[in-house]
């Protein structure tokens, strides 16, 4: 390892940031063959699609959201205002298991208190199936898709909600969306692996997530050597920026300071939209149907059958470390 790795004239040179604004790196994962995502305040629609959208490659637009009111008014207070009242389920960051049905949350609070937690004390507990558009519809007045590409869900916006050092683990989304993430209140770090990687990922099988126990911010290369030389993108998300992940990226978040984001989703074509379909009534079904049947057994069985797939794929394919990496040195 270089002794100046950890500099931070190194990273910012390396990551384009300005620690002032920042105050935090991205990933700095030595084994794992990383560049930083592109950063751009505004780009025109067809050079987006022609250098974004069709290569399939991600995006930080810092000025997408700058003419949003959600960006001034959406704060703590006005949530705790307006749907403060509200009870909303939690989830901690705990492992699935047999004993839990999928989606039940570890617990309920109430909206405001959750948002006092978040404000005020790190916690892993996360947000991420309360609809607040159903009980806040004007909130859907407070932003816009951006015009760089169609196919928007306008009925299906998304908004998360994460306490500091609270972490989202590996996987890519069901629906196989396009997605825009703006962040607000808050920053969060992220890290992404293009479709190309999922064999060195240790996917779960008729699943869309990863090993749960994989600790990303420093991977056990012994337990799980397929990561290493294992190719990826990371960045660190600040209010107003906003991430496009292409259809069928990874990706793995860990909350910096409270805060919530929204997820705007855009279908890429009449062919993911099949795949999403599949994905929603077919895979997810049988793995529900599986996992009722099979209980804990099956859940043991998919992560062996992870490790085992991973494995084999890194001993037939070894890796080669840090010939386009930006922190390989």
């Given at each position: 390892?270089?002794?100046?790795?950890?500099?931070?004239?190194?990273?910012?040179?390396?990551?384009?940031?300005?620690?002032?604004?920042?105050?935090?790196?991205?990933?700095?994962?030595?084994?794992?063959?990383?560049?930083?995502?592109?950063?751009?305040?505004?780009?025109?629609?067809?050079?987006?699609?022609?250098?974004?959208?069709?290569?399939?490659?991600?995006?930080?637009?810092?000025?997408?959201?700058?003419?949003?009111?959600?960006?001034?008014?959406?704060?703590?207070?006005?949530?705790?205002?307006?749907?403060?009242?509200?009870?909303?389920?939690?989830?901690?960051?705990s492992k699935a298991n047999a004993s839990?049905?999928?989606?039940?949350?570890?617990?309920?609070?109430?909206?405001?208190?959750?948002?006092?937690?978040?404000?005020?004390?790190?916690?892993?507990?996360?947000?991420?199936?309360?609809?607040?558009?159903?009980?806040?519809?004007?909130?859907?007045?407070?932003?816009?898709?951006?015009?760089?590409?169609?196919?928007?869900?306008?009925?299906?916006?998304?908004?998360?909600?994460?306490?500091?050092?609270?972490?989202?683990?590996?996987?890519?989304?069901?629906?196989v969306s396009n997605i825009f993430l703006?962040?607000?209140?808050?920053?969060?770090?992220?890290?992404?692996?293009?479709?190309?990687?999922?064999?060195?990922?240790?996917?779960?099988?008729?699943?869309?997530?990863?090993?749960?126990?994989?600790?990303?911010?420093?991977?056990?290369?012994?337990?799980?050597?397929?990561?290493?030389?294992?190719?990826?993108?990371?960045?660190?998300?600040?209010?107003?920026?906003?991430?496009?992940?292409?259809?069928?990226?990874?990706?793995?978040?860990?909350?910096?300071?409270?805060?919530?984001?929204?997820?705007?989703?855009?279908?890429?074509?009449?062919?993911?939209?099949?795949?999403?379909?599949?994905?929603?009534?077919?895979?997810?079904?049988?793995?529900?149907?599986?996992?009722?049947?099979?209980?804990?057994?099956?859940?043991?069985?998919?992560?062996?059958?992870?490790?085992?797939?991973?494995?084999?794929?890194?001993?037939?394919?070894?890796?080669?470390?840090?010939?386009?990496?930006?922190?390989?040195?």
């Amino acid at each position: 390892m270089h002794a100046d790795l950890w500099h931070p004239a190194r990273f910012e040179q390396a990551f384009d940031l300005s620690f002032t604004q920042f105050n935090a790196i991205p990933f700095p994962l030595m084994s794992f063959d990383l560049i930083s995502v592109d950063r751009r305040e505004t780009v025109d629609r067809e050079t987006f699609r022609r250098e974004y959208l069709k290569p399939g490659r991600p995006l930080v637009l810092t000025g997408l959201s700058r003419a949003w009111p959600a960006l001034d008014k959406w704060t703590m207070d006005y949530f705790k205002q307006v749907a403060g009242d509200k009870q909303v389920p939690v989830y901690d960051g705990s492992k699935a298991n047999a004993s839990k049905k999928v989606n039940q949350p570890d617990a309920w609070m109430k909206f405001s208190e959750y948002l006092d937690l978040i404000s005020t004390q790190p916690t892993d507990l996360r947000i991420f199936t309360f609809n607040i558009f159903s009980n806040v519809p004007e909130l859907v007045n407070d932003y816009a898709n951006p015009e760089v590409c169609g196919g928007f869900v306008d009925r299906f916006p998304l908004m998360f909600f994460g306490g500091a050092g609270s972490k989202v683990f590996l996987h890519f989304d069901i629906d196989v969306s396009n997605i825009f993430l703006t962040q607000f209140h808050g920053s969060k770090r992220v890290l992404l692996f293009g479709p190309d990687q999922t064999p060195r990922l240790y996917k779960l099988p008729l699943s869309f997530h990863g090993l749960e126990d994989i600790d990303w911010a420093n991977p056990d290369f012994d337990r799980f050597p397929a990561l290493r030389g294992v190719k990826g993108q990371t960045t660190v998300l600040n209010h107003g920026d906003t991430l496009f992940m292409p259809s069928k990226w990874w990706h793995h978040m860990e909350y910096l300071q409270g805060g919530f984001a929204i997820s705007l989703r855009a279908v890429p074509s009449p062919v993911r939209l099949m795949n999403a379909l599949w994905n929603v009534f077919f895979v997810r079904y049988l793995d529900n149907a599986c996992r009722r049947a099979l209980g804990q057994k099956w859940f043991d069985w998919k992560e062996s059958a992870a490790v085992r797939k991973s494995n084999d794929y890194a001993r037939r394919y070894p890796a080669r470390i840090g010939e386009a990496s930006v922190l390989a040195g």
